[in-house]
Each structure stands twice: as structure tokens, then as C-alpha cells.
């Protein structure tokens, strides 16, 4: 006996001939029962494998761009910056630098104006001066955080204690500010 006969068990070699060729009839078979039967379960089965292999793309990633850098990257959901936080953080301190000045500039404009007024107008009452002359003062037209309505639907823009409002009179403007009283006017 030869020692692959040994090894495997097969007496002589012609059984070791048919036992191959029954192994090989039954993988045939199992071949044909995991098949699609009809051209509906192949399409059905052929749309399982796309659904599949896009699932597989998903988690596998997408090449992009990173938003700060521009350096090309293999991304997984919806990333937009390159792995690590360098950029991320990079573009989010530019970001917040940008509200910065914004919020800076606004709070200037609030203070020269509750500033002018605190001037024109220390004690309760109403004032009117010429537009022109407020602004140079450093008078800012957009710089308020509330508005109000008066009965004679006027708008008055709020700042700190203080309304105002501007007013045209053919090529003249005005500026009307008034101070409430504590409780009342």
C-alpha cells in the first residue's frame, strides 16, 4: 500500500477513485439546490449582491476632499476633515474668530450709542437732536437688541433704558431719543 492509501484509509486505489467522484456529484448537487431556479429569483438575488456591495462601499468609505486643507482622504460617513482634529479644529477657530468680530463690533455699536444717549439725555424724558450731528458723535443707526411698539404704531429701537427713533421731514432727518421712568413714563 502506497502511504497516501494509509493515510486516508483507502485500501486500493479504485475506491478511492469512486468515493471522489460521489464527493464530486454531491457538491453538484448542493450547487444546484443554492442557485436561483427561474430568471425572478436570479434578478432578486443579483439585487441582494448590488444592495450589498454598495452596503460594503459605505462602511469601506468615500475619497473626498478635506474642507480646510484640501488634502485627498478616504472618509467613512460623512466626514469632512482629515483624520486627527488638527483641521477640524483649525476651521472651527477661523469660524469662531469670524462670530467674534461680529459680536465685538455689535457691542461697540451698543456702547457709543447707550454712551451718546447717557449724554444727550441723563434724566427721564425725550429728546430730539439733528441725525447728522449724532452721527458724528459715533451715533451706529444698527446697533440695538430690541424694538417697540408705541399706539401710534412708530417703531422705537431699544438700548439699555433708552428708545429711539428717526424721523424725515423733507431733507432733514432727526433722531428722537427717549428714557422712561422706572415705573412708567
Request: glycine fraction near 8%; include cysteine.
Amino acid at each position: 500500500m502506497k502511504k497516501y492509501d494509509k493515510k486516508y484509509g483507502v485500501g486500493k486505489g479504485a475506491s478511492f477513485i469512486e468515493d471522489f467522484s460521489a464527493k464530486k456529484e454531491s457538491k453538484k448537487e448542493k450547487k444546484e439546490q443554492t442557485g436561483p431556479k427561474n430568471y425572478q429569483e436570479a434578478m432578486t438575488f443579483m439585487q441582494q449582491m448590488l444592495t450589498e456591495a454598495d452596503r460594503r462601499q459605505q462602511t469601506m468609505g468615500k475619497v473626498i476632499m478635506c474642507s480646510y486643507c484640501g488634502e485627498v482622504f478616504v472618509a467613512k460617513g460623512t466626514r469632512k476633515y482629515c483624520y486627527g482634529d488638527e483641521c477640524k479644529n483649525a476651521e472651527k477657530r477661523y469660524r469662531q474668530s469670524i462670530v467674534d468680530g461680529l459680536a465685538a463690533e455689535v457691542k461697540k455699536g451698543l456702547y457709543a450709542n447707550f454712551k451718546l444717549f447717557r449724554e444727550v439725555l441723563p434724566n427721564a424724558g425725550e429728546v430730539r437732536m439733528d441725525y447728522d450731528k449724532a452721527l458724528k458723535k459715533g451715533f451706529d443707526e444698527h446697533a440695538y437688541y430690541g424694538t417697540y411698539k408705541n399706539p401710534h404704531n412708530d417703531i422705537w429701537r431699544k438700548v439699555g433704558e433708552y428708545h429711539f427713533t428717526i424721523t424725515h421731514k423733507e431733507d432733514d432727518r432727526f433722531l428722537h431719543i427717549l428714557k422712561k421712568k422706572k415705573n412708567g413714563i
